[in-house]
């Protein structure tokens, strides 16, 4: 939600399953999959990488010079998560984005390279060559929101 709250093109959709990409972005026509991708946790071939891509059959994309219309995140517990890449199988259909972040998260994780989704889509964001701006807007304010001032 705070993602949704801080980028202007994004969209919120509630939910756990959708016929297809089109229904699940509510874009009203009809949307090439191949140009979208998904946040997917994946294990990293390269560890020097912060980011790499895979393709529908699971193989490494190289050079990750790929231009998204939009990334499709999955929001909520590590269960809900997984239940709704299941129910969805048009999510197949979408480039994977696997992250490496070279930081812990700012909260405890279930999964060591686990990020909270908001620290996911900011460094997803920075790898695939955005505006350095929106990552750091987003890291402050997860910042800002998990930790309390003392009092």
Known sequence: MLSHLALKNSKL??????????QALDLG??????QWGVLYL?????PSRLIELFDTRHARLL??????????VLDGSWKQAKSMWWRNPW???LTRVTLNPNHKSLR???????????EAIALALDCL?????????????YQEFIIKPNK
Request: aromatic share 4%; charged share 35%.
């Open 91 to 93: 999510l197949l259909k």
């Open 129 to 141: 060559g955005e505006n350095k701006e929106l990552g750091e807007g987003l890291r402050k304010q």
């Open 42 to 46: 994946h294990g990293i071939i390269d």
């Open 63 to 72: 050079p990750i010079k790929t231009k998204f219309k939009g990334i499709v």
């Open 108 to 118: 405890g994780q279930a999964k060591k390279e686990g990020l909270a989704t908001i």
């Open 29 to 34: 026509g009809e949307t090439d999959s191949k």
């Open 13 to 22: 959709r509630v939910g756990l399953s959708w016929r297809n990409l089109n």
